[in-house]
């Protein structure tokens, strides 16, 4: 919904500048003038955005609130009609919120049942798994330690929420600073090593998830652990 109310706003603020750069010809058939155009490129956008958030709404009733509304029309609902409305649909919408993460749990969890099957991959008391790809040399950090790490993190479905890789720079942190999935590894891991975890959501991000990952999220994550840096070297 607050999608919903940026885009709104952005593309009131968008309205009066088209109607300025308006051409004064009359109206024609098709997407000709520059009217016609912006009024097209205004309904994709807010169409779109309309079908990510709320995709069961009701098209009808949506274009007579816009067509009521541009015309100068009263509304058909009272303050109190749509107050309470508005309450609903955000019962609703919670509602939708949590069986979606209740689905995405179970995903989770299905494949980490399959995922512990394969005869790579490890896992510990808590339920991380993960596979060496690379044994590392170096000192192992501890959980008061800096490290220095190249890393990838994913969904299960193969969508990149994060990437050093992509950034172009390993990126430094400290092990105590991180998810428990992370820290848990690091402190298993020597300086060179690089693993692919899994990474149950308990040991993630859980139900809140963040805007990058969805509640109950398991997490897949190549880590290539670069450099350990003990506690005199941070001072």
């Given at each position: 919904?607050?999608?919903?109310?940026?885009?709104?706003?952005?593309?009131?603020?968008?309205?009066?500048?088209?109607?300025?750069?308006?051409?004064?010809a009359a109206p024609q058939e098709?997407?000709?003038?520059?009217?016609?155009?912006?009024?097209?490129?205004?309904?994709?956008?807010?169409?779109?955005?309309?079908?990510?958030?709320?995709?069961?709404?009701?098209?009808?009733?949506?274009?007579?609130?816009?067509?009521?509304?541009?015309?100068?029309?009263?509304?058909?609902?009272?303050?109190?009609?749509?107050?309470?409305?508005?309450?609903?649909?955000?019962?609703?919408?919670?509602?939708?919120?949590?069986?979606?993460?209740?689905?995405?749990?179970?995903?989770?969890?299905?494949?980490?049942?399959?995922?512990?099957?394969?005869?790579?991959?490890?896992?510990?008391?808590?339920?991380?798994?993960?596979?060496?790809?690379?044994?590392?040399?170096?000192?192992?950090?501890?959980?008061?330690?800096?490290?220095?790490?190249?890393?990838?993190?994913?969904?299960?479905?193969?969508?990149?929420?994060?990437?050093?890789y992509e950034r172009g720079e390993?990126?430094?942190?400290?092990?105590?600073?991180?998810?428990?999935?992370?820290?848990?590894?690091?402190?298993?891991?020597?300086?060179?090593?690089?693993?692919?975890?899994?990474?149950?959501?308990?040991?993630?991000?859980?139900?809140?998830?963040?805007?990058?990952?969805?509640?109950?999220?398991?997490?897949?994550?190549?880590?290539?652990?670069?450099?350990?840096?003990?506690?005199?070297?941070?001072?």
């Amino acid at each position: 919904m607050k999608r919903v109310l940026c885009l709104t706003l952005a593309l009131l603020s968008f309205i009066p500048a088209v109607l300025r750069a308006q051409e004064p010809a009359a109206p024609q058939e098709g997407l000709n003038t520059v009217m016609q155009k912006a009024s097209y490129i205004i309904g994709r956008q807010f169409g779109a955005d309309i079908k990510s958030n709320l995709p069961n709404v009701d098209v009808k009733a949506l274009l007579e609130g816009i067509n009521e509304a541009i015309e100068g029309k009263p509304s058909q609902l009272t303050e109190e009609q749509i107050q309470a409305t508005r309450v609903e649909l955000q019962k609703v919408m919670i509602a939708e919120q949590m069986k979606m993460a209740e689905a995405d749990k179970k995903k989770g969890l299905d494949f980490l049942a399959e995922n512990a099957k394969k005869p790579n991959v490890k896992t510990t008391k808590s339920g991380l798994q993960y596979i060496v790809e690379k044994e590392g040399t170096g000192a192992m950090p501890k959980e008061t330690d800096d490290v220095v790490c190249h890393y990838k993190g994913e969904l299960i479905d193969g969508t990149v929420f994060d990437s050093s890789y992509e950034r172009g720079e390993p990126a430094r942190f400290p092990v105590n600073g991180v998810i428990q999935g992370w820290q848990e590894a690091l402190q298993l891991m020597k300086q060179g090593a690089k693993w692919k975890l899994f990474i149950p959501s308990e040991l993630a991000y859980g139900e809140r998830g963040n805007p990058a990952i969805p509640p109950n999220s398991v997490l897949v994550f190549d880590i290539e652990l670069l450099e350990v840096l003990p506690p005199a070297a941070n001072k």
